[in-house]
């Protein structure tokens, strides 16, 4: 019998409203509903081939040309739920091949230094649980699937969709109803563009994992975010997506990494993600900002800034940006007039994209007739 | 008719429970009620002058050699209620000399830096107040005396007393109750050490004042803080000092510093007063803490470190700190064994001191027999 296999990629999402905190870190429940922005798959973005066959041993996992461990309890909860629905399908139709009691191989590989810190999980996940369902032929909707994705990762379930997302934080201790449901789809504000700015940091803080299980146990100030002002921002920001109103998105977007990170900073030991670099960056982009906003500068749980813009203030943006980093990597061939005499140190690579499309079906497989790896030709 | 003169010293205080916010800009009426604690005088003081002559033509004031403006609101305001107080005075005793009427000179010195960003204007105000009241002979309380000084520079209301200060943040819409009190003499601990660590930063970011109107207006989390975290915060260090349980006490401290500063950065924009060295240097202390809390780190208004310890802790904490430092002044001779290969950049001194007394009377004067600054010799 031969080896089945599909292979996918899903797109890295950037959160606009921060996830963090857990209600629940089995099932990755989380304390506050979230939104993102969805990146080009163009720029970021795993390519994932899921393969099973009867033949195969044991349940494999290759990523990005190494040897991983598929044996982590979140994996393990994820591949039982999707194993959990191809079961359903075989026992409703006995001609489907019985793949559910097959081992997998799955060979994953992204496009981009998953040491930039650039929310690579998220990614990874999505795609592992998209390939896993197109293999199986699942019929379960993407909000379905990104409750699966959710527990591999809490981000991973906003990157089923592109464009904007919302990742609703539910109230069922089961997880039912925390899923990613889709804001408004790419093509709603196709000129949105985003400039990351990749800062290196000697050593980065705490992972966001136990960084975040330490804000909701220490910090006075995180049951004011969630009770109070998520709520708020999270409606108001689905109206500004919606109304493609710029500098209220913006506005928000700015509001809530700073909240996220204030948070951190009332943890107990308190939690630094931004640098002196970031920090920089953020006056920077209220200098673009001065005579009306047409950027929004976003942080993750790491000092490597998101610059939002839309593609009609490419230039002001842009411009004013390259000005402090024309030396580093990754502008493409764009160029501006203004070069600052004293560039901002701290970044070592751009890297500009724009907002893209959900995972995607792709003929490119990593897996060969053996059901192992291919070369590393792609890499 | 000759010049009559009183000269005081007064001290830097470093609030352990951080004042910030306004709900009166003129009166200086706090949001919260806080705590610090009183420097020696013997590194850190303002030493002031005040005369008052009948053949002075207008107030007047040199500041650390050079003249002054007295005609700031808050000023003013200081001086009009030290007059209205010594007029009573006049009023009950035709014997006095009608100084209320006379105008001042006033000649100010620091034995520090002004530019070390070291909460100078209270020690300043305070010397101000405390040297007028002690030129008039008024016989209010240094707590009726704080109230007045509090109008000048808010946070002076605490350098009346030495020791451990509460100023509390009073009812009164007049701000009749929103004074500094004693939580416990200088005797009562008088082990306490401070070590400062000086940072040099290229540029400070929002002043004070205007920083907390904009924390007070934009921060979401502000309210959190003042209604619900710092009431219970204040009674908890009360506590904590009479007891004298230093881990307590340095717990409290730290967590409100950062809670601060978490409100700061909730700011919008966001205000940045820490930097990458201050930073470093709470994850020093943290190192310092691993096997019990030994130290305390706080930061006010700017990246300045003040890290409070106890006498018994010296060669714990200091050793540790000599570590990353040793290369910059201040440590008077002291010498410990360990030297870090890597020494933390950014800081250009360390301060030994440690709890120290109120205001005194001193009979070492800036003015001469004329009414002018004496010369720039105890500069």
């Not at 900002?289 to 790491?302: L, P, S």
């Not at 079906?361 to 897996?367: H, K, P, R, Y």
Request: glycine share 6%.
């Amino acid at each position: 019998m031969s080896i089945r296999q599909a292979s996918v990629t899903a797109p890295v999402n950037i959160a606009t409203l921060k996830y963090w905190g857990k209600r629940d870190k089995n099932l990755n429940l989380p304390t506050n509903s979230s939104i993102s922005v969805t990146l080009s798959q163009r720029d970021l973005r795993t390519l994932t081939t899921a393969s099973a066959s009867p033949t195969f041993a044991e349940d494999k996992l290759w990523l990005n040309n190494k040897p991983e461990s598929l044996d982590t309890p979140r994996t393990q909860a994820c591949l039982a739920d999707l194993r959990a629905l191809r079961l359903q399908l075989e026992e409703s139709d006995p001609q489907l091949a019985p793949m559910s009691t097959w081992k997998l191989h799955i060979v994953s590989e992204n496009n981009f230094p998953t040491a930039a810190g650039l929310a690579s999980s998220a990614a990874g996940f999505a795609a592992l649980i998209y390939a896993v369902a197109k293999l199986y032929e699942l019929p379960q909707s993407h909000t379905e699937l990104s409750k699966i994705a959710r527990r591999g990762s809490g981000s991973a379930c906003r990157s089923l969709f592109g464009g904007f997302v919302a990742w609703e934080m539910g109230s069922q201790t089961d997880g039912s109803d925390s899923q990613a449901v889709e804001v408004a789809p790419l093509e709603h504000w196709p000129s949105l563009r985003a400039a990351i700015l990749v800062v290196s940091d000697a050593k980065k803080d705490t992972p966001s994992t136990s960084g975040m299980q330490l804000t909701v146990q220490t910090s006075d100030l995180f049951q004011r975010r969630i009770e109070d002002v998520v709520p708020r921002r999270f409606d108001e920001m689905k109206k500004a997506i919606v109304a493609k109103d710029f500098a209220k998105f913006a506005e928000l977007t700015m509001k809530d990494s700073n909240q996220f990170h204030a948070t951190c900073l009332d943890s107990y030991p308190p939690i630094f993600y931004l640098n002196d670099t970031s920090r920089r960056i953020i006056k920077l982009v209220e200098q673009v900002n001065a005579d009306g906003v047409v950027a929004a500068y976003t942080f993750d749980a790491g000092p490597n800034a998101v610059i939002y813009y839309d593609e009609k203030d490419e230039s002001k943006v842009l411009g004013e940006i390259y000005k402090y980093f024309s030396g580093v990597d990754g502008w493409n061939g764009k160029k501006f007039d203004d070069v600052a005499e004293e560039q901002i140190p701290g970044v070592s690579r751009v890297i500009l994209t724009s907002i893209g499309g959900g995972p995607q079906v792709t003929s490119e497989s990593l897996i060969d007739e053996a059901g192992l790896p291919k070369s590393a030709k792609s890499v």
